[in-house]
């Protein structure tokens, strides 16, 4: 009986051990993925997120969920991501404003470089200034003209303190000599709700959401921050066109994970952005939304790591000095 029982007891042990080490042995990924967006649904970044959650799920045959964390500039779903267990099953979309900005804007509980492993670039954004239909205004010299004469009395939307409608909108001020009020939103999808219902002026805004508002004839589109036209809208004009050259003003996307994520994992992360980005249809999705895709020599952690600290170097010291705070 005890020879029995010792058996059955070594048995058991064998059985568990084997269930672990066979968990520890899947290949990532074994289920499914969450990448959070830190913006409301139905803003730019949840746009460009679901559609990288479709060519991310075709590449890695898992499913990829997409969870909407917004707040705080996007500081708190990031901060989330930074917090979550470093096993690749847990992503981050982010931007400008949530790497780069918010490291200068407010007092944050993670480093927007050191507490995340860098996945990949996936797509840059230029913003188009747009207003709503009846400001009295046909092009951007007429607004600039509009808005001198009449300081504090223009309501311009943004996604919040040290947001890129906000940054940029500060830049326009004091490029131009304007003063406006800003109105802080939870996301650009909010914010352009209320531009089309009247409820705002203008707002500098990304491509990814104002695009299809300008196409339907729901906002006026002035100008974009841009060198080139967008194929998506060629009818708006560049600011060099438009009377305010130079203006230039790109947000971006990229994917992130936690900070000791194994590297074999970043490293398929990163192989199937890639394959996500070489897709014809993920590409037209994008495309058609007025985002530009980095080449392939950009599509690396390397890549995004050395862009996001060259953004910091450009981008902290005039938040900074316009005193840019975030509570």
């Not at 059955?8 to 064998?14: E, G, H, P, Q, R």
């Not at 939870?186 to 104002?210: E, F, K, T, W, Y």
């Amino acid at each position: 009986m005890r020879f029995r029982a010792t058996l059955l007891a070594s048995c058991a042990v064998c059985a568990i051990s084997g269930a672990f080490y066979g968990a520890e042995a899947q290949p990532y990924p074994s289920r499914g993925i969450t990448l959070v967006v830190p913006f409301p649904a139905g803003g730019p970044t949840d746009t460009i997120g679901r559609i990288m959650a479709d060519g991310l799920r075709a590449s890695l045959g898992q499913t990829v969920i997409v969870e909407n964390v917004p707040g705080a500039t996007g500081s708190i779903g990031s901060g989330r991501v930074a917090r979550a267990e470093a096993d690749g099953y847990t992503l981050v979309l982010g931007t400008v404003a949530t790497h780069v900005f918010n490291g200068a804007a407010f007092e944050l509980k993670y480093d927007v470089v050191n507490d995340f492993e860098p996945i990949s670039l996936v797509a840059f954004d230029p913003q188009v200034i747009v207003v709503k239909k009846s400001f009295p205004v046909s092009d951007l010299k007429q607004l600039i003209g509009w808005l001198k004469a009449n300081p504090d009395k223009a309501t311009a939307g943004t996604a919040g303190v040290g947001s890129t409608s906000h940054v940029s909108g500060v830049t326009f001020q004091k490029l131009t000599g304007t003063q406006f009020r800003f109105v802080p939103y939870r996301g650009l999808g909010p914010a352009m709700q209320d531009l089309v219902a009247g409820q705002i002026d203008i707002l500098l805004d990304l491509a990814a959401n104002s695009v299809p508002q300008v196409r339907s004839g729901s906002v006026k589109a002035l100008a974009v921050t841009a060198k080139s036209r967008l194929p998506s809208a060629p009818d708006v004009p560049t600011v060099d066109e438009a009377g305010l050259p130079g203006f230039y003003f790109v947000n971006w996307h990229g994917i992130w994970a936690p900070h000791g994520t194994p590297a074999d994992v970043t490293a398929k992360l990163n192989a199937a952005t890639a394959k996500a980005l070489a897709d014809p249809a993920t590409l037209a999705r994008l495309a058609d939304i007025g985002q530009q895709i980095p080449p392939r020599e950009q599509q690396t952690a390397a890549a995004l790591t050395t862009y996001q600290k060259d953004e910091i170097a450009k981008w902290w010291p005039v938040i900074k000095a316009a005193n840019i705070r975030g509570e």
